[in-house]
Nanobody
């Protein structure tokens, strides 16, 4: 069993930055760890993913060039650095682990989820 705890969300003005953290306990991260987000009235969507090596990263087109995912395996923590934030980035951000195979950007590919952290970007 893996427990995931996200932190770092908050209220920021457009153009600002936030860094989200996802700390895991119970088991170490294996293979892909992902960040997803869900805005009110919308489905949960993929934001970014990183493989265990930390070398391979993937991003949704909407955040490419603005967000950076990284991981510290020694601390069992994954980060999401978010720069140049836009109002449309407003959502609850979730960390996902326990990759079970398939498409790394699919919600169904992950077995464990954190409780989420709210990110609100004002215009």
């Amino acid at each position: 069993q893996v427990q995931l705890v996200e932190s770092g969300g908050g209220l920021v003005q457009a153009g600002g930055s936030l860094r989200l953290s996802c700390a895991a306990s119970g088991r170490t991260f294996n293979n892909y760890v992902g960040w997803f987000r869900q805005a009110p009235g919308k489905e949960r969507e993929f934001v970014a993913a990183i493989r265990r090596s930390g070398v391979s990263t993937n991003y949704a087109d909407s955040v490419k060039g603005r967000f950076t995912i990284s991981r510290d395996n020694a601390k069992n923590t994954v980060y999401l650095q978010m720069n140049s934030l836009k109002p449309e980035d407003t959502a609850i951000y979730y960390c996902a682990a326990g990759y079970s195979g398939g498409l790394y950007y699919a919600v169904e590919a992950y077995n464990y989820w954190g409780q989420g952290t709210q990110v609100t970007v004002s215009s």
